[in-house]
């Protein structure tokens, strides 16, 4: 089994910055893929970005992203960051990181295994 636990969520201003952790653990064997997904109130679950941890892979939603947004890993490779600027109100949100035991890197949700318990993020105006 694998363990994710979000951290990092807030309240903030519209422009301003959080940066997200999932930091992963329990299982921790094989390459494995880490996403960052949101849920907005009354929304669909959203992709926002997904990197490799064991190459040099990665995506993102370029719709939702829009440059504002930027993925990465600790050294140790047991923790994904979520660096989020220029936050507008839409940006509310519960926000999600998943894993999956892959060396390729996913934008759907279905081909993650192991989810987060999300941690909330409110952008005000």
């Known amino acids: 089994q694998v363990q994710l636990a979000e951290s990092g969520g807030g309240l903030v201003q519209a422009g301003g910055s959080l940066k997200l952790s999932c930091t992963r653990s329990?299982?921790?064997?094989?390459?494995?893929?880490i996403g960052w997904f949101r849920r907005a109130p009354g929304k669909e679950r959203e992709f926002l970005s997904a990197i490799s941890l064991n190459g040099d892979s990665t995506t993102f939603n370029e719709d939702s992203v829009k440059g504002r947004f930027t993925i990465s890993r600790g050294n140790a490779k047991d923790t994904v960051y979520l660096e989020m600027n220029n936050l507008k109100t839409k940006d509310t949100a519960v926000y999600y990181c998943?894993?999956?035991?892959?060396?390729?890197?996913?934008?759907?949700?279905?081909?993650?295994?192991?989810w987060g318990q999300g941690t909330q993020v409110t952008v005000s105006s």
């Open positions: 329990g299982r921790t064997f094989g390459s494995y893929a």
């Open positions: 998943a894993a999956a035991q892959a060396v390729l890197v996913f934008s759907t949700a279905a081909q993650y295994d192991y």
